[in-house]
C-alpha cells in the first residue's frame, strides 16, 4: 500500500468522511398574526442519517408538535419531511423577532403585535321559567379575546323587560370577578332573584366591565332567553338523593295543578361542570322527573343541587375510592365509550397509564375503538348529520347516555332526531329525492349525483326505511372520514372538559386536527390543563 493511500485512510478515520449532514427547510422567514398560529413548514435533507437530528426553538412562544410527548422547545428532524409547529399568541403590543434552527439552518419567525385586552360576554343562559322567591342559577359565559391577560375584571347580571341590557336596568347585585388569559373563556356563575311579578317576562343579561379593556365596543349586554316568573305551583318529596361514585338514576314524581308549568335545572359546586341532569326540562300539571347523576372522579365528596319547580332536591355523591391512576381510567372510559370500565380492564390498563403521556395514549386508542364510533361518534354525529348543527353537550349527554343505558337503539335514536319537532322546523316533509339529497348534502357533505338519488329513492320507495337508511349513511367511513375533525373536536373537549367547547375553542382545534395535527398530542395539552385535571386530582 502506498504511502499516499496509507495516510488518506488514517485522515479519513479522523476527520470521519460520512456526509455531513445538512437541511433545507421549504422558507427561512415565517410569519403570524399577534393571535398566533398553527403552521407546518416542510423540509429536506441530504442523508436519511441525517434523520433525528435536533430542532431547538430560541423563544418559549415557538413551539413544536412532538408524537408522543405533546408540545416543546425541542423535536427532532424525521422521514415525514413536515416539521409542525405552534406561535402561541403575543400578549404584547410590540412586534417580536426570534428563530429556530436545526443543523446548518436558522428559520425567522416575525409576529405582530397583540390587540391588548379584549373580555367579552359570549353568551347567557338562565332557565326559561323563574319562581318568585326562589333564586336561579344564571350562567354567563365570557371570553378575553385580546392577547394580553386582563385581570380582574367584572360581569354583572342584569333584570330587564327588553332584550338591550344596560346599566339602567335592573341590577340583581349579582356579579362574578375574573382573570383571563389570553383567548381563554370562563364560565361565570350566579345565583338571581327573579322580579316578584307573577306572570310577567324579563330578560336577564349581563355586562362587563374593566378599565384595562383595549375594546369597547363589545362590552354591551347580552342577553338569555325570555325568562317567564310564575308562582311556586308545584310540590314533591325533597328528600335528599345519596349517590354513589358511579352515579345513579331515578325518578321525582311532581304534583301540581293542570295550569301549573315548572323547570328543571340544576345547581352545581364550583368547579364542576356536568353532575346531575333532569329530563324534562319543562312540564305542566303533574308529571315526572327523570335523574342522572353522573359518576365522580375525585376522591372527595360533591354536593349538588335539582331544582323541581322551585323545589330545591339536594344530592350527595360520595367520592371515589381508586387510585388516581385508576380514575383517569375511569373517566377516560366514561368520557370516551360512554360507560365505567370493569375492574379487569382498569387491571389491565392500569401499567399504562401511569404518567400523563401514557394516558394520552390511551385516550387516542380509545377513540380509534368499534365501541367509540357505535356510540359517542355515532351520537354527536346525528346532531350534525341529520339535523346539520353541532351537539350541545347536555343534549349529546343525554342522548348518548339513553343508547349506552339500553333505553334506546341506535335506530330508534335516528327515528327520534328524524321526527323531531327541530327537524321538522329545519327542512319540513321532504320527499323521498330530497331526502335523499339532504342525507348526502348533510351527512357525507356533497351533492349526490341524479344517478345516486335516484337508486336511493328507488330503495326508499321498495321498502328500505329512511331510518335505515339515515342510520347507514351515518355508519359510512365517508361520513367519518369528512366530519372526522369537526366531530373530534367536540368529543375531545366536550369529553374531557364536561362542558360546551367554546366557539374559538372548537374551531382552533378543528383546524389543528384538519391540518393533521396528531390528535394524541392536542389531547396532551388537554391533559395539563388545570380544568382537566380538577376532575381527578
Do not use: H
Not at 449532514?21 to 398574526?33: E, G, K, P, R
Not at 446548518?104 to 347567557?124: F, I
Not at 366530519?483 to 368529543?491: E, V, Y
Amino acid at each position: 500500500m502506498s504511502y499516499s493511500r496509507l495516510l488518506w485512510i488514517l485522515t479519513c478515520f479522523a476527520a470521519t468522511c460520512a456526509a455531513q449532514c445538512t437541511v433545507t427547510f421549504q422558507s427561512n422567514a415565517l410569519s403570524a398574526t399577534g393571535a398566533g398560529r398553527a403552521g407546518a413548514l416542510t423540509y429536506t435533507v441530504n442523508d436519511a442519517s441525517c434523520y433525528g437530528s435536533p430542532v431547538t426553538s430560541n423563544a418559549t412562544w415557538i413551539v413544536f408538535a412532538q408524537e408522543g410527548t405533546g408540545i416543546g422547545q425541542t423535536t427532532t428532524l424525521n422521514s415525514s419531511g413536515v416539521l409542525r409547529y405552534y406561535v402561541l399568541p403575543n400578549a404584547t403590543n410590540l412586534n417580536r423577532i426570534n428563530s429556530f434552527f436545526s443543523l446548518n439552518q436558522v428559520v425567522t419567525m416575525t409576529q405582530a403585535p397583540g390587540t391588548l385586552t379584549d373580555p367579552a360576554v359570549l353568551s347567557v343562559s338562565v332557565p326559561r321559567y323563574a319562581v318568585s322567591g326562589k333564586t336561579v342559577e344564571a350562567i354567563a359565559t365570557v371570553t378575553n379575546r385580546g392577547t394580553a391577560t386582563t385581570f380582574n375584571f367584572e360581569v354583572r347580571f342584569f333584570w330587564s323587560t327588553d332584550p338591550t341590557i344596560t346599566t339602567a336596568d335592573v341590577n340583581t347585585g349579582v356579579s362574578c370577578n375574573a382573570t383571563l388569559s389570553a383567548f381563554a373563556d370562563y364560565r361565570c356563575p350566579g345565583q338571581v332573584m327573579p322580579p316578584p311579578a307573577f306572570g310577567a317576562t324579563y330578560y336577564l343579561g349581563a355586562l362587563i366591565t374593566d378599565p384595562t379593556d383595549t375594546n369597547t365596543s363589545n362590552n354591551t349586554g347580552i342577553a338569555a332567553n325570555q325568562v317567564i316568573v310564575t308562582a311556586p305551583c308545584a310540590s314533591l318529596d325533597t328528600t335528599p338523593i345519596a349517590a354513589g361514585p358511579d352515579g345513579a338514576s331515578g325518578i321525582l314524581n311532581v304534583t301540581a295543578p293542570a295550569n301549573c308549568s315548572w323547570s328543571v335545572f340544576n345547581s352545581l359546586p364550583a368547579g364542576v361542570q356536568q353532575m346531575i341532569q333532569g329530563f324534562p326540562e319543562t312540564g305542566t300539571g303533574n308529571g315526572q322527573v327523570f335523574y342522572t347523576i353522573y359518576p365522580n372522579f375525585r376522591n372527595l365528596v360533591r354536593t349538588g343541587t335539582l331544582n323541581v319547580g322551585g323545589n330545591p332536591v339536594t344530592v350527595n355523591q360520595s367520592p371515589d375510592p381508586n387510585t388516581t391512576v385508576a380514575r383517569y381510567i375511569r373517566l377516560l372510559y366514561f368520557t370516551f365509550l360512554g360507560r365505567l370500565p370493569g375492574t379487569d380492564e382498569i387491571a389491565g390498563q392500569s401499567p399504562f397509564a401511569q404518567t400523563s403521556a401514557d394516558r394520552a395514549t390511551l385516550a387516542n386508542f380509545l377513540l380509534s375503538t368499534a365501541e367509540f364510533n357505535g356510540k359517542s361518534r355515532f351520537v354527536a354525529g346525528l346532531y350534525v348529520g341529520l339535523l346539520n348543527r353541532d351537539a350541545e353537550f347536555p343534549g349529546f349527554l343525554f342522548q348518548r347516555n339513553a343508547m349506552t343505558s339500553g333505553g334506546v337503539s341506535a335506530q330508534q335514536l335516528v327515528s327520534n332526531f328524524l321526527n323531531s319537532a327541530e327537524y321538522q322546523l329545519r327542512f319540513g316533509s321532504p320527499d323521498n329525492a330530497e331526502f335523499v339529497r339532504l342525507l348526502y348534502r348533510n351527512i357525507l357533505l356533497r351533492e349526490a349525483s341524479p344517478d345516486e338519488v335516484a337508486f336511493q329513492a328507488n330503495a326508499l320507495n321498495t321498502g328500505t326505511t329512511r331510518v335505515d337508511m339515515a342510520t347507514n349513511f351515518l355508519n359510512t367511513a365517508e361520513f367519518r372520514q369528512g366530519t372526522g375533525p369537526r366531530l373530534i373536536s367536540f368529543l375531545i373537549t366536550a369529553g374531557l372538559y364536561t362542558r360546551d367547547p367554546f366557539t374559538g375553542e372548537r374551531q382552533r382545534l378543528t383546524d389543528q386536527l384538519g391540518s393533521s395535527f396528531p390528535t394524541k398530542d392536542i389531547i396532551s395539552v388537554i391533559f395539563a390543563t388545570p380544568e382537566f385535571t380538577s376532575q381527578v386530582e
